[in-house]
């Protein structure tokens, strides 16, 4: 199959997790993609790896806190490429120094919440700032990002990155309205819990049954999950869908909230 084949991609946060499952499945799917992370030796593994599997790719260094590095990546990947058709804008600050401090808003400290905006908005908008030209002068393409569950709904942990990714929903229906007559689509998935090898480390087996017995579907997300939801935003199959906001998550988000009590009821009375 080749649903994105002869397109030129660029997944930012792509040398791990989400990212690199997403890389090399546009790659899968017939794209040269740029693999852009802050992390260059990551991203140098994953596309080493996509041209392995037969696959184009090249590694690009990019710093979402910084302009001028965003700038450099977005004209790299023009040069290399000619053009670029798809922009997924997957990276963002979920490291675990970030991550442990954002808790309570009667503890925030201003810099955990400023660093959350820093990358996962402020970075989202300088991406799309710098890209959307060489889009325009390809003729349109699809910009897919990556938001988050908790985006929708409150939670007790995690303020800061919960509001920096409500933002990327705005700005997701802002570049599709501001950009459409370009040809250019625009909208974001929102996944829930993806286990990376992270992630996994990082939670006890009871919280993630506690996380589980939310989910309808019967089963843990994977990156790929994902990634083929990207792979059809990305792709013509989408050509006339923008401005959404698209859950990608097993449905956690989307049931009354006693159902798992009330799916534990049920499975009681028929024991």
């Not at 908005?121 to 910009?143: N, Q």
Request: with cysteine.
């Amino acid at each position: 199959m080749g649903l994105v084949k002869g397109k030129f991609a660029i997944v930012t946060g792509g040398g791990a997790n989400i990212g690199e499952a997403c890389g090399k499945m546009l790659a899968s799917h017939g794209a040269s993609v740029v693999i852009a992370d802050i992390n260059l030796d990551g991203a140098r593994r994953v596309a080493s790896e996509i041209g392995e599997a037969g696959g184009t790719a090249i590694a690009l260094q990019v710093d979402l806190g910084n302009e001028a590095s965003v700038a450099a990546m977005a004209a790299a990947a023009a040069a290399e490429f000619g053009r670029v058709d798809i922009l997924h804008n997957n990276a963002a600050n979920t490291g675990a120094a970030q991550m442990t401090r954002d808790g309570a808003l009667t503890e925030m400290e201003p810099e955990v919440w400023d660093a959350a905006f820093d990358i996962n908005t402020r970075g989202t908008m300088l991406v799309t700032k710098h890209v959307v030209p060489h889009m325009i002068a390809a003729g349109g393409g699809s910009i897919i990002n990556t938001s988050s569950g908790v985006s929708l709904l409150g939670d007790v942990l995690n303020p800061a990155y919960s509001a920096s990714k409500a933002a990327v929903n705005a700005l997701t229906r802002n570049t599709a309205a501001q950009f459409g007559r370009a040809n250019i689509r625009c909208n974001a998935i929102l996944p829930g819990l993806v286990l990376s090898p992270v992630a996994r480390a990082q939670m006890t087996a009871e919280q993630l049954g506690m996380i589980q017995r939310h989910v309808l579907l019967p089963r843990e997300s994977s990156a790929d999950d994902i990634a083929g939801a990207v792979l059809w935003l990305a792709s013509d199959l989408s050509s006339f869908v923008t401005g959404q906001i698209i859950s990608a998550d097993g449905g956690i988000c989307h049931h009354q909230p006693h159902y798992a009590d009330m799916m534990d009821m049920f499975e009681a009375a028929q024991s």
